[in-house]
């Protein structure tokens, strides 16, 4: 069972910045990629921005240009770095990856932008 481990969250205020963190239990050679998710109250669950293995970022046009994924150098965490946060930017964030033989979720972690 592969399990995702996020870090991060928390309550800002508007135009501020933090960083979400996920680790995956995988193996990296197993990762096609990997991502984050958000839902916010009362919405479905949306796109935020991944990483594929070989290292292309794709964003969701809400967040380019503010928020930037990373990963390290195991291939096997990834961190969204999110800049000039704002309210309806409010969500529970979850971390995605993609592996040869299944899709997996973190728990999600809460992100509160206060205005």
């Known amino acids: 069972q592969v399990q995702l481990v996020e870090s991060g969250g928390g309550l800002v205020q508007a135009g501020e910045s933090q960083r979400l963190s996920c680790a995956a239990s995988a193996s990296a050679v197993s990762i096609v990629s990997m991502g984050w998710y958000r839902r916010a109250p009362g919405k479905q669950r949306e796109f935020v921005a991944s990483i594929s293995r070989p290292g292309t970022t794709n964003y969701a046009d809400s967040v380019k240009g503010r928020f930037t994924i990373s990963r390290d150098s195991a291939l096997n965490t990834v961190h969204l770095q999110m800049n000039s946060l704002k309210p309806e930017d409010t969500a529970v964030y979850y971390c995605?990856?993609?592996?040869?033989?299944?899709?997996?979720w973190g728990q999600g972690t809460q992100v509160t932008v206060s205005s």
């Open positions: 995605n990856a993609e592996l040869h033989y299944g899709n997996y």
